[in-house]
């Protein structure tokens, strides 16, 4: 089985490693150039959203510190 990994960065973005990909609403596929590694924009800043371009750097602040959600309801 293919995997992915998810990371939360504290004060920036998102990074993507591994087998995946992304796409739109429509389900139209970014091209992501056979990369296996991508950050993606938390901060809304970007000028190349959906992809980090570093412009969150002094104008987003975020510690991420995995927590445990409670059981999902049946």
Do not use: W
């Not at 089985?1 to 993507?16: D, Y």
């Not at 980090?52 to 002094?58: E, F, L, R």
Request: charged content about 25%.
């Amino acid at each position: 089985m293919a995997t992915t990994k998810l990371t939360v960065n504290n004060n920036g973005s998102l990074r993507i490693e591994g087998d995946f990909e992304i796409v739109d609403k429509d389900g139209n596929v970014y091209d992501l150039g056979g990369r296996d590694l991508v950050s993606v924009c938390r901060c809304g800043l970007s000028k190349n959203k959906p992809f980090c371009d570093g412009s969150h750097k002094g104008h987003f602040e975020h510690e991420a510190v995995a927590f445990n959600l409670p059981p999902k309801k049946q």
